[in-house]
């Protein structure tokens, strides 16, 4: 993905937070336009992009709709706790 080798090449780069977020973003679309049969495992995908956006700031800017995000992903996930 285009978003990980931006943030591996440029490391200190001062739109780290801005990247991990459009990675989180993207993950996200991703995860709840899918088939079923897909979805799940793109769910976790997005959960894990959003823990690394809070791991690199907790207070990040972008943190209060990254939130709502991640509840929509918890809300869909409880479908395939069976």
Known sequence: ???DNFIIDYPGTPY???ALFWKFDSTYQLAI???TSKMKERLITAKLA???LIKFNENSEFKPKADEMLAR???DLKQFSN
């Open 33 to 35: 336009n899918s088939v």
């Open 73 to 75: 992903i918890e809300t």
């Open 1 to 3: 993905m285009v978003l």
């Open 50 to 52: 959003y823990a690394n």
């Open 16 to 18: 780290k937070e801005k």
